[in-house]
């Protein structure tokens, strides 16, 4: 039986990895995934989300009761706040709304097909 390889990857290069999708820490990140596992703990996930955010917390400034499922709109505050382009998502209440306020409201798929041009 083969081994899986696994790996342990720092909060530093996850997150330029996820910041900077042509980065060698992405390149890194997606290599390790194609030929092993990457293993993460409580703390180190933690670690991940609250150094991630820390800096870059936005606080919407409108409160919204649009949406039909009252926990998605802070998701509609934050693309308001933040003057967000748009909203991807897979959740039927926000998709129903699109556009929201001049803001789309998509799916992955539907993004992806928008912005087909810049990963080619």
Known sequence: MKKIKVFVIDTNTLISAFLLP???S????DKAILIGIIA???????EFADTFIRSK??????LITAC?????NKFLELAISSK???????DQDLLILNPFENISIVSAATFLAIN???YE
């Open 26 to 29: 992405r390149q890194t990140i």
């Open 84 to 90: 967000a382009e748009c909203i991807i998502t897979g």
């Open 68 to 72: 039909r499922d009252p926990k998605d």
């Open 57 to 62: 917390l936005i606080k919407p400034k409108v």
């Open 40 to 46: 993460v703990s409580d703390e180190t996930i933690n």
């Open 116 to 118: 087909k041009e810049i």
């Open 22 to 24: 042509k980065s060698t």
